[in-house]
């Protein structure tokens, strides 16, 4: 077990206090809950691709009015995030939608993730309610979910899908071992990628050991997932690093596409395509996650 912690690790990227990485490809989405609001400023400086201000399962019921309010009052002054609403067969989720919808047409809402979602029906009356264009990112937290997730993915709102892994577990009985939980996260990126959407979202590291949330963040990459929601801030340089392309997959991309200009960019077989599909999509990821020079 490594005794170094979280804060002394630092992905192979510059981390910057504001994240400019574009929510399609955000690879830590930090969780904060919405009863918390003098914590709301601190974690959107935390380094995380994406914040998320929780009113759903980080939120008791009698706090649920006064969470949805600190949310709207911070979004409306200046601040940026996601909000987490609650499922849409609860009564909580009518009052969340009519708690955002108090913000009108200000710009501080990035989009909602929609717990328990299970139907295209569910996206699609949050859509509904939401100001046209606001992105929905559907979390998969059931076997409903997961056997609806094809068809959620392809609602025009859907922007990402993502996966609910506690409560899955909750309601399926699966352990939580790497190989017990293959299957729905593959299934959630062949979904994914066959809506022609980003890779979807994991859940999130439940300890605090720089390690363990490395190897579960690479684990997940392995799959093809390209998010995680993290439950602690500085996680999330830790979850970036792991997401990210290394520095021998830069210098390999780097040297694949220098060979194939050298060559007078000519296809010699059929093995020449994938090294270039990967060896370009290393090279947007380095771009897109700021690598230095």
Request: aromatic share 4%; hydrophobic share 45%.
């Amino acid at each position: 077990m490594s005794t170094d912690t979280l804060a002394e690790i630092r992905p192979p990227v510059s981390a910057a206090a504001t994240s400019t990485v574009a929510p399609a490809m955000a690879r830590s989405w930090l969780l904060v809950s919405g009863a918390r609001p003098e914590g709301f400023a601190d974690a959107a400086a935390s380094g995380a691709d994406a914040l998320v201000l929780d009113v759903e399962d980080a939120v008791p019921v009698p706090a649920k009015a006064a969470a949805r309010a600190a949310v709207a009052e911070w979004l409306s002054t200046g601040g940026r995030a996601w909000v987490r609403i609650n499922d849409a067969t609860t009564t909580h989720w009518g009052d969340d939608l009519d708690a955002l919808g108090t913000i009108g047409g200000v710009d501080g809402l990035e989009g909602v993730v929609l717990a328990k979602a299970e139907s295209v029906a569910q996206v699609a009356a949050t859509a509904e309610r939401l100001r046209p264009g606001t992105q929905i990112i559907a979390l998969i937290e059931s076997a409903v979910g997961l056997e609806e997730a094809s068809a959620i993915a392809r609602h025009p709102s859907t922007f990402r899908l993502a996966f609910g892994v506690g409560d899955f577990r909750r309601d399926t009985g699966m352990g939580a071992s790497e190989i017990a939980l293959a299957y729905p996260r593959s299934r959630l990126v062949v979904a994914s990628r066959a809506a022609g959407l980003p890779g979807p979202i994991d859940g999130p590291s439940l300890g605090t050991d720089p390690e363990t949330v490395r190897d579960q963040s690479a684990h997940a990459a392995s799959l093809g997932m390209t998010g995680r929601l993290c439950l602690h801030g500085a996680q999330a340089p830790v979850v970036n690093g792991a997401l990210s392309p290394s520095e021998d997959d830069v210098a390999w991309a780097s040297g694949v596409l220098a060979e194939f200009d050298a060559r007078g960019r000519v296809i010699r077989d059929g093995s020449d395509l994938p090294r270039l599909a990967r060896a370009r999509a290393i090279t947007a990821d380095a771009a897109a996650f700021a690598y230095p020079a």
